[in-house]
C-alpha cells in the first residue's frame, strides 16, 4: 500500500466516512474494502438510511494496522484470524500474541534478507562504478 501524504490526511472532525473517503484515505479501492467486509477483515460497518456504508475513526485505525501488517506479507487468513480474536474478547489475547510472536520472526527474517540483499546492491554499485571510472569516453 504506497500512499502519498496528501491520501492520509483525515478530515478533522468528522468520524463517519463514505467509502470513497475511506478509499482516498488508505489507498484501497471500493472493491477492497467490500471484499474486507465480506471476508471478516472489517466488521460492523455502520449503514445510513439509505444502506450506505459509514466508517468511523476506528475503522480507519483498523484499516491503518491492516495495512500495515499487509505491508509485512501477512497472509490474509491470518489477519482474518486475528480479527475474529479480537471480536471474541479479551481471553483470546495470549492467541493473539502468539499470533503476533510468529510473524514478527518471519518479519525479521526478511529485514535480514533484505540488508544481505543491500550489500550485494552496495558491492555492484562500488563495482560499476570503479569499473566506468577507468572507462575512456
Not at 44 to 58: A, E, F, I, K, P
Not at 116 to 128: G, H, M, N, P, S
Amino acid at each position: 500500500m504506497s500512499l502519498t501524504a496528501a491520501a492520509r490526511v483525515r478530515p478533522v472532525g468528522q468520524d463517519h466516512y463514505s467509502i470513497s473517503e475511506v478509499a482516498s484515505y488508505t489507498g484501497l479501492s471500493a472493491h477492497t474494502l467490500r471484499w474486507y467486509e465480506r471476508i471478516g477483515l472489517l466488521n460492523g460497518v455502520h449503514r445510513s438510511h439509505t444502506g450506505q456504508r459509514l466508517y468511523t475513526d476506528g475503522d480507519l485505525d483498523w484499516l491503518d494496522l491492516i495495512g500495515k501488517l499487509r505491508l509485512t506479507g501477512m497472509p490474509v487468513a491470518d489477519m482474518v484470524r486475528y480479527a475474529e480474536l479480537v471480536r471474541a474478547g479479551d481471553q483470546t489475547m495470549p492467541e493473539r500474541t502468539q499470533l503476533f510472536r510468529e510473524h514478527r520472526e518471519v518479519v525479521r527474517q526478511q529485514i535480514e534478507d533484505l540488508r544481505t540483499t543491500l550489500a550485494v546492491l552496495d558491492f555492484k554499485i562500488e563495482f560499476y562504478e570503479g569499473a566506468s571510472s577507468q572507462c575512456t569516453p
